[in-house]
């Protein structure tokens, strides 16, 4: 029985292929993702090593009101480092500054962007042992003016020692000598980074911390265990400070970096899963179709021998079988894409410490068990089918399979299915205090089921759906047209099946764009209604170093500049975003008071607050109220709200709490701003926006924008997002795609004689091809039908409850056509190799074909 | 339920066993004004050793008697047995069983699996009852069907007559207590199929296999020891070991009704 398996599986070359090419798109995602993330995050992890090489513990920088690493920190005092050295067990020290500092091209251009571009402020020559950089060229930096900088971005501009290069470092662009040239651990580049290294008194000066430390790497004396030297050495610090052995804060970077990764790994295996979610579909109709065509054959294993049990295996096998060499093949295509994913990054200069693709044996066991296990899963149907053969079907003629028992209940277990799917959305949705993951996993199952549910009801729709999409076509297509619409409602169980993959991918489709239409909408409006201002001053998405608005204040014609300022604090028992505003706030922002009035931001003086109408309600604070502020300081800050601010469903600038900036400033160490707005005498004008851009020269980061392109801006990178998610799920549009070949194929094969026939009484090449073409076309167009009914009734569903954060329901019209088209153009590719394969049929032999 | 146990022999105690025997059976498809009675009452005993013909006009009932026979179908009335079990009432677990042990078939389309070589054709019954075959004996069969030599070929090139060979191996292969054979010469050629009797003839000759075979072809009942006429669903004529045109002669005395 194996044997028949194996040989069956060799007989039926093609269709075991295209069935196999629709597992391995979605196994080679997985083992993509998990061989893309596995590389970077062990990339990751020798730099955390190459770190602490030689210490033994490491003091740093955190914050008081978080237990989490974070680079924004503020700094410790520096008198914590001679109370370290005080300690006998400590042998040597290095006392470090890190922080951020752009890298500026000849052409007055930035070498990487600001959460790549570190900045070190360390003295070369003492306890080098201890610092992760090595000087590879001249010398380390000394004094104001100097600068020591990575060989991957010398080598880039082509600079050397003694030559001059721009740095941005917490204020305008300056010139420095570079003294050294440096390379971070054994690393030549890592991810693109750029490094500029300053000695520790002038990194303390340049990024405001006189006085202070990020942090300190220390190595014991001989004898003394690091977990010894690290208790030595606790009591010692502030709670601004923490210290860990080398090796537990080299870990605690890597699980911090991985936790980021596996974000993005469990997005992309997602995707996987539903290409695989998809690949099932085809996996299912392809073995049923060949259980149809083998009706004889099965028969005839019942009549010498064969059991229900061996007839099920060896419907299984085929699909295991299937299911494993397509994960196989996937494996390896999946680390082919992360090679080339590799490739791209260094092309795009995000080069990784290399080493060669990691792939984890966990990667192996996941991408072949599921591949496989989905395969099987897919099987059983059609497996069970084929139990039911009865031997007699061996000697009778067009024989047909016994519906099943589940079958006859078709309509109520379909219907059951879409009802408890509906139940689970709903409860996902609309259900009170629901931890996120259960709402998400409710949300997921229901969807699953959805689909399942929709795809059990399809073969009932098949008929008039066909009927009614098929109609243009049949109008315009001529006899060939109106015989594809026939066969499309021919196989209603097949054509429901073949649509129904095709449905998976388009109803995320539409979900997605519809979400994003009413992302755009929502955030569209509340530029609209709060962005009085004439400029946005902006570093991409990152905050604006704040003396670029003291630069701006300068320009021709400038009357207001008003800048946002904000960092995380504590508030109330949980993390909050506060702001600090100036009093002139009113006159580039058009704020809304639900309580207070536009004299609020003036009037906060050092202890007043506004806070967001949301937060307001959901912890019942009115003017008046009184709230403690605890800072990363550690700093806490008593407030009395102010006002309370309408915020448009769309977002604001502002985070739960606001201040004025003075009290912010005195509280906080965030040097940034993240907004920074500017009104000038007459408005936009193209004389205006030249003066503004002369004045902030010197900040080579900062963009000047009107409103509409600092909203445009914001919308191309909610594109650049639905854009990604439309390209990881044409994935499972393509895998559908496999589907529609296969079936088409599987169809042509069995009405050979038919078309035959045809042939003989007239029928064309071409009319053949067209009416081959068009059955796929009516199949896709069911699809498309059932996947936009489905993906708007989930958005629907889904945005009722994102209403609150400014997701409104709008149809996406134009998109939507463009996913009919897309659909339509998918039938007509699918049926290019089925088409050629019955247009060529030799009419004499189909005749005769037995 | 009261069971009665089927006539041990048709020629009494000291005769040779009966294999396959049935009772008043009768086969109705559908129901209602639709209805077709396509066996009225068929009652009859098959011997060991014996090659037994089924002849009759066509839509007598010949194929649905076969079919019944070999527990393939279920009968509307009467009973079936074939050694001595009463099939009517088995599972299907226990018919696979009984297939397995009791029962081998020769199709008029011959029925073999395309991606098996016609060696693999003929040991499948063997490999599916778990047995690892008796090696000697497959050699043996395929020698004796003449195909030691196309072992190796897949169905697709073989001709009809070299195809009907590999299935009467297979039919033969797990030595069954009686093989059912439908039509076996109806897709052949009128040379090819006297080969294929003398193979059946042979196979009852040399290895004394019991063997039903449902046929209109005068030809082919001309080999059997007994000849069974059946009209309208029921045996109007049983003749012994006679010519072709004897059997001609009978049949169409028969279907003139
Ligand atoms: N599956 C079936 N459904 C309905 N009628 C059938 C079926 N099989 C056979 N018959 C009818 O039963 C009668 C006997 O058929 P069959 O046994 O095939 O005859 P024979 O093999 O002698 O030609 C015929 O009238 C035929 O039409
Ligand atoms: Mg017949």
């Known amino acids: 029985m194996r044997r028949v398996a194996l040989r069956g599986l060799a007989g039926r070359k093609l269709r075991s292929l295209l069935t196999g090419l629709a597992i391995v798109l979605g196994v080679a995602m997985v083992s993509g993702s998990f061989v893309l993330t596995d590389t970077i995050g062990r990339s990751f992890d020798r730099i955390f090593d190459d770190s602490f090489e030689n210490a033994d513990v490491v003091v740093s920088a955190k914050e008081a009101t978080s237990s989490s690493a974070s680079r924004d920190a503020p700094a410790f005092p520096a008198t914590v480092l001679d109370e370290v050295e005080r300690l006998d067990a400590v042998a040597a020290t290095l006392p470090s500054i890190e922080d951020e500092a752009r890298l500026v091209g ?46 991957g971005s010398a080598d880039g501009e082509g600079l050397g020692v003694g030559d001059s290069i721009g740095v941005v470092a917490n204020g305008p662009v300056r010139d420095y000598r570079i003294a050294g040239i440096v390379q971070f651990g054994s690393s030549t580049s890592i991810g ?11 990194a303390q000066a340049l990024f405001a911390k006189r006085d202070r430390l990020d942090a300190i790497q220390v190595a014991g004396v001989d004898g003394v265990a690091s977990a010894e030297l690290a208790a030595e050495i606790r009591p010692l610090l502030p709670e601004t400070a923490r210290v860990r052995t080398a090796a537990a804060q080299a870990e605690q970077q890597s699980k911090d970096t991985r936790s980021g990764l596996g974000f993005i790994q469990y997005v992309l295996l997602a995707f996987g899963g539903i290409a695989l979610f998809v690949g099932s579909f085809v996996i299912a109709n392809t073995l049923s179709i060949t259980v149809t065509q083998r009706v004889r054959e099965l028969a005839t294993l019942r009549t010498i021998g064969a059991s229900r049990r061996q007839v099920l295996w060896s419907v299984v096998l085929e699909g295991a079988l299937i299911g494993l060499l397509a994960s196989v093949v996937g494996l390896f295509v999946g680390l082919a894409i992360a090679l080339a994913l590799n490739e791209l990054l260094a092309a795009l200069g995000i080069e990784l410490p290399s080493g060669g693709l990691v792939l984890a044996p966990r990667t192996v066991v ?45 309509l109520p277990v379909a219907l059951a299915v879409v009802g408890v799917a509906v139940a689970l959305l709903a409860y996902g949705v609309f259900a009170d205090g629901l931890a996120t993951v259960a709402r998400l996993l409710a949300i997921a199952g229901g969807t699953l089921l959805l689909f399942l549910g929709v795809a059990l009801l399809a073969p009932r729709l098949v008929s008039p759906l066909a009927w009614l999409l098929g109609w243009p076509g049949a109008r315009l297509g001529g006899v060939a047209a109106r015989l594809a619409r026939e066969n499309a ?23 997605v764009s519809i979400l994003g239409q009413g992302l755009r909408t929502s955030f569209s409006e509340s530029v609209s209604e709060l962005f009085v201002a004439d400029y946005s001053l902006n570093a991409g998405n990152d905050p604006l170093n704040r003396s670029a608005a003291g630069a701006a204040a300068r320009a021709e014609g400038v009357e207001v500049v ?106 906080f160490t965030s040097r940034d701003s993240e907004f920074t707005f500017v009104n000038m005498r007459g408005g936009v004008t193209a004389a205006n926006t030249a003066a503004l851009e002369r004045a902030v020269a010197a900040f080579p980061e900062a963009t000047v924008e009107t409103r509409d392109q600092f909203r445009d801006r914001q919308l191309s990178q909610l594109d650049a997002v639905l854009n990604a998610l439309y390209a990881l799920l044409a994935l499972s549009v393509i895998v559908s795609l496999l589907g529609i070949v296969n079936t088409l194929v599987l169809s042509v094969f069995e009405r050979t004689r038919e078309l035959g026939m045809l042939r003989a009484i007239g029928m064309s090449r071409r009319q053949v091809r067209r009416m081959i073409r068009h059955e796929s076309i009516v199949t896709a167009l069911i699809g498309a039908a059932l996947g936009i009914a489905v993906g708007v009734f989930l958005a629907a569903l889904v945005t009722r409850t994102l209403s609150d954060q400014g997701i409104v329901f709008a149809l996406p019209y134009v998109t939507l056509v463009v996913f009919v088209a897309v659909a339509i153009a998918a039938g007509v590719i699918a049926a290019i190799l089925p088409a050629r394969r019955a247009s060529r049929l030799n009419v004499l032999q189909a005749l005769q074909y037995e | ?120 054709n003929v040991s499948l019954p063997l490999e599916l009852a778990g047995a690892n075959g008796d090696r000697a004996w497959v050699d043996e069969l395929i020698e004796r069907v003449g195909l030691a030599a196309r072992r190796d070929h897949r169905p697709s090139e073989l001709s009809g007559g070299q195809q009907q060979r590999v299935a009467i191996a297979r039919a033969l292969v797990s030595r069954p207590t009686v093989v059912f054979a439908d039509e076996p010469t109806g897709n052949l050629d009128s040379s090819t199929s006297a080969e294929i009797l003398e193979l059946l003839r042979h196979s009852v000759d040399a290895y004394g296999q019991t063997t039903v075979m449902v046929t209109h072809d005068a030809n082919a009942a001309a080999v059997a020891d007994r000849v069974l006429f059946l009209a309208d669903g029921r045996i109007v004529r049983e003749i012994g070991r006679c010519s072709a045109r004897d059997v001609l002669a009978v049949l169409e005395e028969v279907s003139r009704g």
């Open chain 2, 1 to 120: 339920m009261h069971v009665e146990t089927p006539p041990a022999s048709a020629n009494g105690p000291s005769g040779p066993p009966v294999r396959v025997a049935a009772r008043d059976v009768t086969r109705r498809y559908g129901a209602g004004d639709t209805a077709v009675d396509a066996l009225r009452g068929v009652s009859l005993a098959v011997e060991e050793g014996q090659l037994t013909a089924v002849m009759g006009p066509s839509g007598s009932g010949k194929s649905t008697l076969m079919h019944i026979l070999a527990g393939l179908d279920r009968p509307s009335e009467g009973q079936v047995w074939i050694d001595s079990t009463e099939i009517g009432q088995l599972g299907d677990a226990e018919l696979t069983a009984l297939r397995r042990a009791h029962v081998g078939f020769i199709f008029q389309f011959f029925n073999l699996l395309p991606m098996l070589t016609a060696g693999e």
């Open chain 1, 192 to 202: 693109g980074l750029t490094i500029a290294v300053f000695d520790l008194a002038t």
């Open chain 1, 366 to 410: 996941v991408s072949v068990l599921i591949g496989t296990g989905i395969a099987v899963a897919a099987s059983l149907r059609p497996a069970l089918r084929a139990t039911r053969v009865p031997p007699i079907a061996a000697v009778r003629e067009g024989a047909v399979l016994p519906a099943s028992r589940l079958a006859r209940l078709g």
């Open chain 1, 106 to 151: 000849a052409q007055g251009e930035l070498l990487a962007a600001v959460d790549s571009s570190l900045a070190f402020g360390v003295d070369g020559g003492r306890n080098d042992e201890l610092n992760p950089l090595r000087l590879l060229e001249g010398e380390w930096p000394q004094g104001p003016g100097t600068v020591a900088i990575d060989a």
């Open chain 1, 489 to 511: 409602a021919r196989n209603p169980g097949r054509t429901a099946t073949t649509a129904a993959a095709l449905m998976v991918g388009l109803a995320l489709v539409t979900f």
């Open chain 1, 562 to 667: 008003s800048a946002i300022r904000g960092d995380d604090a504590q508030a109330l028992g949980e993390r909050v975003h506060v702001n600090g505003v100036e009093p002139n706030v009113g006159e580039v922002l058009q704020l809304t008071w639900e309580s207070g009035s536009d004299r609020v931001p003036a009037e906060l003086g050092s202890a007043g607050a506004f806070v967001k109408d949301e937060y307001a309600e959901e912890h019942g604070l009115r003017i008046g109220s009184r709230l403690a502020l605890r800072t990363p300081t550690g700093d806490v800050v008593p407030l009395r709200v102010a006002g309370v601010f309408a915020e448009p469903t769309g977002g604001s600038p502002f985070g739960e709490i606001a201040v004025s900036s003075a009290r912010f400033d005195r509280s």
